[in-house]
């Protein structure tokens, strides 16, 4: 079965300082991963996915198959990165992501 | 493009009632699926659906639920005989089915509260 654990329910740092959000995963295939974000009255939307090694507001995240991992990173917050972040995996099979319970990340000014 | 609309947006429910959401996906996308995320949880897949088809419904529970995506019209996420239990929020995300796996575009959900 596959899982995806974010193990901060809240997380809050602040302004200017570095920022990593957890994500493990389990899952005996191929994964790929994504991290999605929900800003405060809007709707859950993709932030960035590991196939595409990329870089989305300053945002960052490796895929770690050793450690099954898939953190996320900024070297900077900034208060509009305040929301909730969802790491999911796409397995095989079913097509359908599965989410973690999500992080809620808060910058304080 | 006016995205993937759901409605209603609060749904209130008396237990033993049906409950009925309705999804329309982006414009374009022949790919729905459906999500629930219950108070304090992430979100749980429920259901994949292209159109006229169920593709994947391992996370639908196996009684009262059902859902469909017809040739015309939106996709709809039935509850029958709803229970306290099912109070949550409903998520739909729609997808080409083409291109990027994994990039659903969402809903604003269907909140259902059950009394």
């Known amino acids: 079965a596959q899982r995806v654990t974010q193990p901060e329910k809240l997380l809050s740092v602040f302004k200017g300082a570095p920022v990593e959000l957890k994500c493990n995963y389990s899952y005996s295939g191929s994964p790929e991963l994504f991290w999605y974000v929900q800003y405060s009255r809007q709707r859950l939307q993709l932030l960035l996915r590991?196939?595409s090694r990329e870089s989305i507001k300053g945002f960052t995240a490796d895929l770690n198959k050793g450690e099954t991992s898939f953190h996320l990173k900024k070297p900077f917050a900034q208060e509009e990165d305040s929301a909730m972040y969802y790491c999911a995996l796409l397995g095989g099979g079913a097509d359908g992501l599965t989410f973690g319970k999500g992080t809620h990340l808060i910058i304080q000014p | 493009n006016a995205g993937v609309m759901q409605n209603p947006r609060h749904l209130v429910r008396r237990r033993g009632q049906e409950a009925r959401l309705r999804c329309s996906p982006m414009?374009?996308?022949?790919?729905v699926y459906w999500y629930r995320q219950l108070p304090e949880e992430g979100l749980k897949f429920m259901v994949y659906?292209?159109?006229?088809?169920?593709?994947?419904e391992s996370g639908m529970p196996k009684e009262r639920f059902s859902a469909e995506f017809p040739k015309e019209g939106p996709s709809i996420l039935r509850i029958q005989q709803v229970v306290r239990g099912d109070s949550a929020a409903y998520f739909c995300?729609?997808?080409?089915?083409?291109?990027?796996?994994?990039?659903?575009?969402f809903g604003e959900g269907s909140r259902l509260t059950v009394l």
């Open positions: 590991h196939i």
């Open positions: 995300a729609s997808s080409p089915g083409t291109g990027r796996p994994g990039e659903l575009f």
């Open positions: 414009k374009g996308h022949s790919h």
């Open positions: 659906l292209q159109k006229e088809n169920i593709i994947d």
